[in-house]
């Protein structure tokens, strides 16, 4: 068990509705970065959050947005989902940067598929 | 931005013998490289990490070794047991208060130990 709490743990839903995934980090970590794994896309990097702000953008796509709240959890919407959404979104957290603290922790996951 | 190229994607080895999972980056100012085990349906695990100012890193069975000139790292697993079977990642990122640390990921190897 990393420490890194993600939920649901399954969600099915259909094209075009939203969805929120949730994500609670590692106790003292400051850092939240979100990740899509699909079959044919490998890990691929969404957003990271490090405080409350956003830090950095990988391949998100407008229809996606993400937050992280006082408390440090995350939320990770996505919304008019088509069928290539289908996928694993992973939450990571990792604690202060640039203190040697970079090892992110995974949590286990949402699978997400959209019909 | 990074890329990550990480071969082979297949790898099968005798229980006993070993592995080697081998990766290229492209930014030189990447700093940090961490290698995750994923099974099937799980979260990515880290199994070990090395920053740029180190040549090599081990672990029992696990190594890591670090070519800054080539921009190039390795995985050595030894002495596999089947419970090493599973689907291997590299990553790099470049890890500061600046930087932000999100991970770029090679394409993954999938190990399987025959017993």
Sequence with gaps: DSGVTQTPKHLITATGQRVTL????RSGDLSVYWYQ????????FL???????ERAKGNILERFSAQQFPDLHSELNLSSLELGDSALYFCASS???GKGQETQYFGPGTRLLVL | GENVEQHPSTLSVQEGDSAVIKCTYSDSAS???????QELGKRPQLIIDIRSNVGEKKDQ???????????HFSLHITETQPEDSAVYFCAASKSGKAAGNKLTFGGGTRVLVKP
């Excluded at chain 1, 949730?22 to 980090?25: A, Y």
């Excluded at chain 2, 700093?31 to 085990?37: H, S």
């Excluded at chain 2, 890591?64 to 000139?69: A, P, Q």
Aim: proline share 5%; aromatic share 16%; with cysteine.
């Design chain 1, 22 to 25: 949730r994500c609670s980090p």
């Design chain 1, 37 to 44: 794994q699909s079959l044919d896309q490998g890990l691929q």
């Design chain 1, 47 to 53: 957003i990271q959050y490090y405080n409350g702000e």
């Design chain 1, 95 to 97: 604690g202060a940067l």
């Design chain 2, 31 to 37: 700093n940090y490289f961490p290698w995750y085990k």
């Design chain 2, 61 to 71: 069975r696990i190594a890591v070794t670090l070519n800054k000139t080539a921009k």
